[in-house]
């Protein structure tokens, strides 16, 4: 039986053959979706982050690993989203404008349907306005924000203070993530929460309903 930091290692060369057949083997032997996220995918593509940061690693490096940890992913998400429960909210979610990560997005929403959410997707790049016209559209409950850039933070303002200016702030709770997000800057920009990975995304997203 391989191992997780197998896993990992082939994230880290974006090896997207191999990333898909060991994936597969974990589900075969039983292992859970969530385990083999936490302990596998991710933190491969930490590593990957960091080797970023210290110039072992660039853009084409990055996308390698991106494309091998989505063949992972595409063999999870269906597992990570079902569910028979009625959709307890709905929420719209989409990564800010000048953003085109979208991995963790993809990942949240994937847990939100699993957590018994209707989940519209808005995509990458989604500016505030969109967001706006895009809840007004669909109804939703809540609108998740997703932000991996330090330069695109400010976006997640932009799109708080839409939604104020539009007056339908008040009708929607608005939940931030992302790797450079934190609480304090939440409660800065006037979100109702953030949540640091899915599994939190998805804990909020019920306290934001029920704080309703
Ligand atoms: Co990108 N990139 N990147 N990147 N990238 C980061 C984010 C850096 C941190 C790498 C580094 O320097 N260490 C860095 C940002 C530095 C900064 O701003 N402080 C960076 C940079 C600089 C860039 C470019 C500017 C590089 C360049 O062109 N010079 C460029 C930006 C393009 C743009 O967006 N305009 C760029 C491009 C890319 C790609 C295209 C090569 C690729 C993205 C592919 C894709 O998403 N389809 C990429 C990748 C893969 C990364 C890293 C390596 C991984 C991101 C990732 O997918 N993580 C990342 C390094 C890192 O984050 N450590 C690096 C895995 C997911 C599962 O984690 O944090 O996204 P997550 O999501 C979590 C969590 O945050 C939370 O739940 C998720 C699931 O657990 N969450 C939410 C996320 N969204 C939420 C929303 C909610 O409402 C609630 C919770």
Redesign the pocket.
């Known amino acids: 039986m391989a191992s997780y930091s197998e896993l990992q290692q082939c994230v880290i060369s974006g090896d997207k053959t191999r990333v898909k057949e060991l994936t597969q083997a974990f589900l075969d032997n039983g292992k859970l979706p969530k385990e083999i996220l936490d302990e596998g995918?991710?933190p491969g593509?930490?590593v990957?982050?960091?080797k970023?940061?210290a110039c072992e690693f660039f853009?084409p490096e990055?996308?390698l690993?991106?494309r091998a940890?989505?063949a992972g992913l595409d063999l999870l998400k269906p597992l990570l989203e079902a569910s028979d429960v009625k959709p307890i909210a709905k929420v719209l979610?989409g990564?800010v404008q000048?953003?085109?990560?979208?991995?963790?997005?993809n990942?949240?929403s994937a847990?939100l349907r699993g957590g018994g959410f209707e989940v519209i997707d808005a995509g990458?790049?989604v500016s505030p306005d969109q967001f706006v016209e895009l809840a007004k559209e669909t109804g939703v409950d809540i609108v998740?924000?997703?932000?991996?850039?330090?330069?695109?933070m400010t976006a997640m303002k932009d799109t708080v203070q839409a939604f104020e200016s539009d007056g339908s702030r008040n009708k929607i709770k608005i939940?931030?993530?992302?790797?450079?997000?934190t609480t304090k800057y939440a409660e800065e920009i006037g979100a109702d929460g953030?949540?640091?990975?899915?599994?939190?995304?998805v804990e909020?997203a019920k306290k934001l309903i029920g704080a309703r």
């Open positions: 995918l991710i593509m930490a990957v982050g960091k970023f940061e853009i990055m996308l690993s991106a940890l989505n979610i990564t000048g953003d085109i990560h979208d991995i963790g997005k990942l949240v847990m990458v790049g998740g924000l997703s932000a991996l850039l330090t330069t695109t939940m931030i993530g992302g790797a450079p997000v953030y949540a640091r990975n899915a599994s939190a995304a909020m």
